[in-house]
């Protein structure tokens, strides 16, 4: 499975993104451009760094949001990882063999901040939410 799979990034859910882009910038980060993901109703950021990891901001388009569950617990709360593979089908047949327990989130649904690339989200039992972006 590791081959199958490369981390990308943390994603941030934030109310606005002015503060986290402020410290994002100190820290010596660079930011892209803010892209509105109408089918997931949230605007998205990606924070470039040549040392750390990167990060992607992002904040509600309209309410309801799919991330406004997670703003009642704050702000500013990293709430899943990202990972890029050419195999989603093999990735999640790996996860199947190796007993690794998931349940899709979200379907896969073309990406504007990964220039239409799609994404799909599973929760992960004893980890979390990931992110799976399809590369080529």
Same mark, same amino acid.
């Given at each position: 499975?590791?081959? *199958? @799979?490369? +981390?990308?990034? +943390? #994603?941030?859910?934030?109310?606005?993104?002015? &503060?986290?882009?402020? +410290? *994002?910038?100190? @820290? #010596?980060y660079k930011l892209g451009p803010d892209v509105e993901d109408?089918? %997931?109703? =949230?605007? !998205?950021?990606?924070?470039?760094? !040549?040392?750390?990891?990167?990060?992607?901001? /992002?904040?509600?388009?309209?309410?309801? &949001?799919? /991330?406004?569950?997670?703003?009642?617990? #704050?702000? $500013?709360?990293?709430?899943?990882?990202?990972?890029?593979?050419?195999?989603?089908? $093999? =990735? *999640?047949? &790996?996860?199947?063999? %190796? #007993? /690794?327990?998931? %349940? @899709? =989130? &979200?379907?896969?649904t073309p990406a504007p901040l990964f220039s239409g690339n799609? !994404?799909?989200?599973?929760? !992960?039992? $004893?980890? $979390?939410?990931?992110?799976?972006?399809?590369? %080529?």
């Amino acid at each position: 499975m590791i081959d *199958l @799979m490369k +981390f990308r990034h +943390f #994603g941030l859910a934030l109310k606005k993104p002015d &503060s986290a882009k402020f +410290f *994002l910038e100190k @820290m #010596g980060y660079k930011l892209g451009p803010d892209v509105e993901d109408e089918s %997931q109703k =949230v605007f !998205v950021c990606e924070a470039d760094h !040549v040392e750390h990891p990167r990060v992607e901001l /992002i904040w509600p388009a309209t309410h309801p &949001s799919p /991330i406004d569950n997670i703003l009642k617990r #704050g702000d $500013g709360l990293i709430y899943h990882t990202c990972w890029e593979t050419q195999d989603v089908a $093999g =990735v *999640l047949k &790996s996860f199947e063999e %190796q #007993g /690794i327990r998931y %349940q @899709m =989130v &979200s379907d896969s649904t073309p990406a504007p901040l990964f220039s239409g690339n799609p !994404v799909s989200f599973y929760y !992960v039992l $004893g980890f $979390g939410l990931i992110e799976l972006l399809e590369t %080529q």
